[in-house]
């Protein structure tokens, strides 16, 4: 139906998150509209996106910047008693966005539907726990997982995972009501993150 070119970049815009073959078309065609200085500001964006861009060696957020770890790991002021499990960046910031919390963070990675072995791979679980062992002053680990089905699977399987990572005295907790079952942590509002927050357990 479209021309080889053509076809190519919708195959691969439809391989992003929540984007289908529909949605794919639509960006290839609004590219192809655009004037040729405008296309070339989301190549060279994108070329800088994967130049500049690094992973945080300890909680694997995105940043720029000199060394390995983000500003977040690197600033002095953040409560290290306190790490935060969430899945994905986007998380990580919607609770940095509340101001509430002045802990620091572990990018586990995105769910997977099912628990089984090879999934589990996927999952940060050992670099989770070599975390722990080098950051002896945690005090408190707040799984804070979106409360989908696959979610919470991965949340109760964390729990005990950290119970016996944990040396004894140390707490695991829970976001506290206010997330809806169902919902994402990325597209709540910040009363409602801030609620899960202080009522976790």
Do not use: H
């Given at each position: 139906?479209?021309?080889?070119?053509?076809?190519?970049?919708i195959?691969?815009f439809?391989?992003?998150?929540?984007?289908?073959?529909?949605?794919?078309?639509?960006?290839v065609?609004?590219?192809?509209?655009?004037p040729?200085?405008?296309?070339?500001?989301?190549?060279?964006?994108?070329?800088?996106?994967?130049?500049?861009?690094?992973?945080?060696h300890?909680?694997?957020?995105?940043?720029?910047?000199?060394?390995?770890?983000?500003?977040?790991?690197?600033?002095?002021?953040?409560?290290?008693?306190?790490?935060?499990?969430?899945?994905?960046?986007?998380?990580?910031?919607?609770?940095?966005?509340?101001?509430?919390?002045?802990?620091?963070?572990f990018?586990?990675g995105?769910?997977?539907?099912?628990?089984?072995?090879s999934?589990?791979l996927k999952?940060?679980?050992?670099?989770l726990?070599?975390?722990i062992?080098?950051?002896?002053?945690?005090?408190?680990?707040?799984?804070?997982?979106?409360?989908?089905?696959?979610?919470?699977?991965?949340a109760?399987?964390?729990?005990?995972?950290?119970?016996?990572a944990?040396?004894?005295?140390?707490?695991v907790?829970?976001?506290g009501?206010?997330?809806?079952?169902?919902?994402e942590?990325?597209y709540?509002?910040?009363?409602?993150?801030?609620?899960?927050f202080?009522g976790?357990?």
């Open positions: 139906m479209f021309s080889p070119t053509i076809q190519k970049l195959d691969l439809a391989k992003f998150p929540t984007v289908g073959p529909r949605t794919a078309a639509r960006f065609f609004y590219l192809l509209k655009l040729g200085e405008e296309a070339e500001k989301i190549i060279s964006a994108i070329s800088n996106l994967k130049e500049k861009v690094k992973t945080c300890s909680c694997f957020n995105s940043f720029e910047g000199e060394g390995k770890l983000c500003v977040i790991c690197k600033d002095s002021n953040r409560d290290k008693s306190l790490l935060c499990v969430v899945e994905k960046e986007s998380d990580l910031a919607s609770i940095e966005k509340i101001k509430k919390y002045n802990g620091l963070y990018i586990l995105e769910t997977v539907s099912t628990l089984k072995k999934d589990l999952l940060r679980t050992k670099e726990e070599e975390r062992k080098e950051q002896k002053n945690i005090q408190e680990i707040i799984i804070a997982i979106n409360p989908t089905a696959e979610g919470e699977t991965i109760l399987y964390l729990e005990k995972l950290l119970k016996k944990l040396p004894e005295g140390k707490r907790t829970r976001l009501r206010g997330l809806p079952l169902g919902g942590i990325e709540a509002d910040e009363e409602t993150i801030s609620s899960a202080e976790r357990r």
